[in-house]
């Protein structure tokens, strides 16, 4: 008697949760119908009418999956990816310059510097010699153009929040040897995590009710502006795709050559994993197609695997060579459905806190809609992104050079790049100028962590592993010109005047 009552039950609870998704999405759809109500501006009507519907797509999808548990992958299906799915930057051959001609480059540019403790767009961030990310991208192009006699188009994905900073800043580059120019991403709304309703009630509400959608919106975003026709018009074929804060991600004439001669319509450059990045998403083969796994879609049980360096060898660099016609072809047949990150968050409104949620995709995500795609795994030079103040260490000192607008490992150095973790009080851009105002020399550093009231006086060298623990209340000063070779400093060490 208790196995029917069990299928009972859950029949039973089936109908019930699929019921409540219905109501959800119901009242969901009449509430984004009134946010597009309230907009006045014709312009803008299409355009944000648009946007809604992409996102009420997305959050019914958001509502069946969560119901239904789908977004982890059965681990028994999952396999390594074959000898073509996954290939090395070793054989690669180098290509004609001419390919230029077919090549646009796009740098996702949404982000804001508030995570370093900055104002406004992450890539306004002063890096290396004066120097923004931005700038960096644009010397990179400049040079390649001048070199080539080449004109490849650098497209900046901007969110919302970014948008108005960026066009004022890219007047600056007027140079004829580099067209940079802009689209937003889309605007979402926020969803209250009880109610799952939209935070805003007009489309002119406060910035904090709105989201970007994470850059799996690109393919959306690229066709809404026009710029993907406006591309493929000029002949373009060859989009690629980087993160703004990754100064490894320059353009490659061999990953772009083996792409054209291949056919390929995607390709995701991969790198291998270290310790540090045992959460990124790695390729896989599941059910006969190449797909990104991410350690969201891992069953619990099986985390510790995942994790492991050995079984999975290489990670998503978010470097990607899209196939612009192809991304005409999925967006206009609708057949992109890349997975649903589920992104929650927190908002003060009149003194309280309100726990909302945000539905995200990543663009990693769409590569098994695409047709011969495939990894390539190169050096971890092409890796090379700027998230903290720790990162920001790196790419300011002697490990590196400036060369066209790109960052060149020292010859001198050996092995991998060492490993920097400063404390709290290095978190932002400011507090770490401030404790470190000359970068140490670090070519020979393996590991390097900083916690607690330290400040770096001028002339400093690090080898080895470093570690400097400043105990609460204390104050620990690196005197000028120190060498500090495989040590422990801890307590307190301040510099006396005389």
């Not at 489309?203 to 710029?227: K, N």
């Amino acid at each position: 008697m208790s196995t029917p009552k069990r299928h009972v039950k859950t029949q039973s609870s089936y109908a019930f949760e699929s019921n409540t998704s219905n109501v959800a999405a119901s009242q969901m759809r009449n509430a984004l119908n009134k946010l597009v109500d309230s907009v006045r501006d014709e312009g803008r009507h299409e355009r944000f009418e648009g946007e809604m519907d992409s996102f009420f797509a997305l959050f019914r999808r958001y509502l069946v999956e969560k119901s239904q548990a789908n977004n982890v992958l059965d681990w028994d299906k999952i396999k390594s990816p074959g000898a073509d799915e996954v290939v090395s930057y070793k054989v690669l051959e180098n290509g004609a310059d001419s390919n230029l001609a077919k090549l646009a480059v796009l740098k996702l540019n949404g982000g804001l510097g508030t995570s370093m403790g900055c104002v406004g767009p992450k890539s306004v961030i002063e890096v290396r010699d004066g120097n923004t990310f931005l700038d960096l991208s644009v010397r990179q192009i400049e040079y390649l153009n001048r070199t080539y006699d080449s004109d490849v188009p650098l497209l900046l994905m901007n969110s919302f929040n970014t948008d108005k900073d960026t066009a004022h800043l890219i007047k600056k580059y007027s140079s004829n040897r580099i067209r940079v120019r802009s689209f937003n991403q889309s605007r979402f709304p926020r969803v209250y995590r009880d109610s799952l309703l939209p935070v805003p009630t007009h489309f002119d509400d406060a910035v904090d009710a709105w989201y970007p959608p994470g850059h799996g919106d690109l393919f959306e975003a690229l066709h809404a502006s026009g710029e993907l026709d406006a591309l493929i018009a000029q002949g373009r074929e060859v989009l690629f795709v980087s993160n703004g804060d990754n100064l490894g991600a320059t353009v490659d004439l061999k990953i772009l050559n083996h792409m054209l001669e291949t056919g390929a319509e995607y390709i995701m450059e991969l790198t291998d994993k270290t310790r540090a990045d045992v959460k990124g998403g790695t390729l896989i083969n599941y059910d006969g197609q190449v797909r990104l796994l991410e350690v969201a879609q891992v069953p619990k049980e099986h985390i510790d695997e995942f994790k492991n360096i050995r079984k999975f060898t290489n990670f998503n660099t978010n470097n990607l060579w899209i196939n612009l016609k192809a991304v005409k072809r999925v967006i206009e047949t609708g057949s992109l459905e890349m997975e649903i990150i589920p992104n929650q968050k927190t908002i003060t409104r009149d003194g309280h806190e309100i726990n909302v949620l945000q539905l995200e995709t990543a663009c990693g995500a769409a590569i098994r809609y695409f047709q011969g795609a495939h990894g390539v795994v190169v050096p971890r030079s092409r890796f090379l992104p700027v998230k903290t103040c720790s990162d920001l260490l790196m790419v300011k000192s002697d490990l590196f050079h400036l060369q066209h607008g790109a960052l060149v490992l020292d010859a001198e150095r050996f092995g991998p790049n060492p490993l920097i973790k400063l404390g709290s009080h290095f978190k932002k851009v400011s507090d770490f100028s401030a404790r470190i105002p000359h970068i140490p020399k670090i070519l020979e550093l393996d590991h390097l962590t900083i916690t607690g009231n330290v400040f770096l006086g001028k002339g400093v060298t690090l080898r080895g592993t470093v570690i400097i623990v400043c105990s609460d209340g204390q104050k620990i000063d690196i005197p000028n010109g120190s060498i500090l070779e495989n040590v422990v400093i801890t307590g307190n060490l301040q510099i006396l005047e005389h």
